[in-house]
Antibody, heavy 116, light 103 residues
């Protein structure tokens, strides 16, 4: 059974850096073909893909956010970490991690509020 | 960058009716289109991948079709649990969603 769970701060201040962790089980990011991505959803709004990392450590970022994002993996810990710099109130959203190229499995999401 | 346009924005139907949702891509390079269902407070759930393949555990009333720039998600007979928001996705771009609401 594949599970994913996001964790990190619920409140960050403008200009701070956000660090989110996706802890997963049921698969290995060292297995060929495996991907983990991050997606966010502002309250009442639509989904926005942020970043993706694969088993080969290839990384892809949203063109509009690539200067602020970094995605890394720790295969031994079964974790993927997303960092986003220079947070703004417009970044308030629920942040999800998901497994697979088609995002077959999702975490429950974690709500991050950006406010002073 | 691909833009995905979903229509209609809202679909008001009764249980038992057929739902037809559209997703149009600004470029027609791929059939790697997926559909997701999202209910309030929940994460999205993958329904369809590669335009027409049902994901594991998805009922047969959900079907996908299309290629190039025009794709369709059809729900043959709406069940009460199908009233939700539906998103298409191609590559790493999501559409704006279609809300299927009870009429």
């Amino acid at each position: 059974q594949i599970t994913l769970k996001e964790s990190g701060p619920t409140l960050v201040k403008p200009t701070q850096t956000l660090t989110l962790t996706c802890a997963f089980s049921g698969f290995s990011l060292s297995t060929s073909g495996v991907n983990v991505g991050w997606i966010r959803q502002p309250p009442g709004k639509v989904l926005e893909w942020l970043a993706l990392i694969n088993w080969n450590d290839d990384k892809r970022y949203s063109p509009s956010l690539k200067n602020r994002l970094s995605i890394t993996k720790d295969t031994s810990k079964n974790q993927v970490v997303l960092t986003m710099t220079n947070m703004d109130p417009a970044d308030t959203a629920k942040y999800f991690c998901a497994h697979g190229w088609y995002f077959e499995n999702w975490g429950q999401g974690t709500l991050v509020t950006v406010s002073s | 960058e691909i833009v995905l346009t979903q229509s209609p924005a809202t679909l008001s139907l009764s249980p038992g009716e057929r739902a037809t949702l559209s997703c149009r891509a600004s470029q027609g390079h791929s059939s790697y289109l997926a559909w997701y269902q999202q209910k309030p407070g929940q994460a999205p759930r993958l329904l369809i991948y590669d335009a027409s393949n049902r994901a594991t555990g998805i009922p047969a009333r959900f079907s996908g079709s299309g290629s190039g720039t025009d794709f369709t998600l059809t729900i043959s007979s709406l069940e009460p649990e199908d009233f939700a928001v539906y998103y298409c996705r191609q590559g790493l771009t999501f559409g704006g969603g279609t809300t299927v609401e009870i009429k």
